[in-house]
């Protein structure tokens, strides 16, 4: 089978599978299909555009070097996010370490910076469009912190259970629940204009 | 008011996260408890919203340039070929290569062939002379034959080659070259 000039018409396994062979050009392909996915989940994981550019870049990277692992046991999307999920989370690991204080546990302690963050409002009577609507739900999103947004991304973006959020994040189910408590509290809070329409 | 642990129940009962019999105590907790009941709404909004509405994004940089970056790494972190490994390889690829079965094939006989009849051919060596010269005047020559652990030495005086002089010393066996020396 010519594999030669049809990448763009074959499916993602038979792309893995003659990229796992050393064939560079069914693996650029497969970064063609999924690299928005890729850079969009890093994106709402670290909320920095260039360090999600560079990170998703180290995700292809080690995507080819362990290209022999993937076994087809999930789809290759859903493993390369997982391997982009992991990126993202140890990079805010290394970021937190550098801090001196944890603003984590000031929020985690006491009720919260998120809370002195401005609300998103919206005027009921004027139909949001649902790309404005996003836009609300992103800013809101990068006012949350780190272990807050991320456990709503792998929650509800990703349609993890709490001991899955629990693995990936090393931390109990039980602080997956508080975090994902605390997080859709202040989501809604901060979006206490749109839930009055949604309502 | 609602303990924390109710609170996560409450939760819980949205994710999907419960036992039947629990959550049939959570609904019921819903339905008689207004400040349960806003706090389901609530956290069933902050849910259903995200689902709904995952922000998209779309990567800032073009596929060409993002490409080469990344092939650039790939090709860097490859491991350098080893010329040993590549050679054999080529080596096997020559042997094994549809075009050259017949020599491979004539090579191959040929060496089970010698290898079969090395006992049946008798080594070059065992029929080695070897001339000695004890002295000026005296002189000889041995012959040995390992297969059949057999050594002949010839001594003779040298002034009378050929003639009645000559004393002729056969057959020892290897033990007595070794005593000899």
New interface residues.
């Given amino acids: 089978m010519g594999l030669d000039k049809k990448y763009s018409e074959l499916k993602d396994d038979v792309l893995v599978k003659a990229a796992k062979k050393g064939d560079t050009a069914a693996f650029e392909e497969l970064v063609s299909r999924h690299r928005d996915k890729v850079y969009a989940r890093l994106l709402t994981i670290v909320k920095n555009e260039d360090v999600a550019i560079d990170l998703a870049q180290e995700v292809w990277i080690k995507t080819w070097q362990r290209l022999k692992q993937f076994q087809g046991d999930s789809t290759f999307a859903t493993w390369i996010t997982r391997i982009a999920i992991n990126i993202g989370l140890d990079y805010l690991r290394k970021q937190k370490r550098r801090k001196i204080e944890s603003i984590e546990e000031q929020i985690e302690e006491s009720g919260g910076i998120e809370r002195q963050m401005p609300i998103e409002t919206v005027n009921p009577t004027q139909g949001l469009e649902r790309e404005e609507l996003r836009a609300r739900i992103d800013r809101a999103m990068k006012q949350l912190s780190d272990e807050h947004r991320t456990v709503l991304v792998l929650h509800e973006f990703e349609g993890l259970e709490y001991k899955e959020i629990a693995k990936l994040m090393k931390c109990s189910v039980g602080t997956v629940m508080s975090r994902l408590f605390y997080a859709r509290k202040r989501l809604a809070h901060l979006l206490a204009g749109l839930k009055r329409e949604w309502f | 008011m609602m303990t924390l642990e109710q ?2 129940k409450i ?2 009962y949205v ?1 999907g ?1 419960l036992s039947r019999a629990e959550a049939k105590k959570v609904e019921a907790l819903i339905a008689a408890d207004p400040e349960a009941r806003g706090l389901y ?3 069933k ?3 259903t ?3 709904e ?9 073009s ?1 060409e340039l ?2 080469n ?3 650039e ?2 090709k860097q ?1 490859e491991p350098e070929p080893i010329p040993v490994l590549d050679y054999l390889k080529y080596l096997v690829g020559v042997v094994f290569s549809r075009k050259n079965w017949v020599p491979v094939t004539a090579t191959f006989i040929a060496s089970v062939g010698i290898f079969l009849l090395k006992d049946v051919i008798k080594p070059i060596e065992d029929y080695l002379v070897v001339v000695e010269t004890p002295s000026d005047e005296v002189g000889s020559y041995s012959f040995r034959a390992q297969s059949e652990k057999m050594f002949v030495l010839w001594i003779y005086n040298k002034e009378n080659v050929g003639g009645e002089g000559a004393t002729k010393v056969e057959p020892t066996n290897i033990e007595d070259e070794i005593l000899m020396q």
């Fill in positions: 609170q996560l939760q819980a994710d996260e709404e609530e956290l909004f902050a849910a919203v995200l689902r509405h995952e922000p998209e994004f779309k990567m800032p940089v596929q993002f490409w970056r990344i092939y790494q790939i972190s």
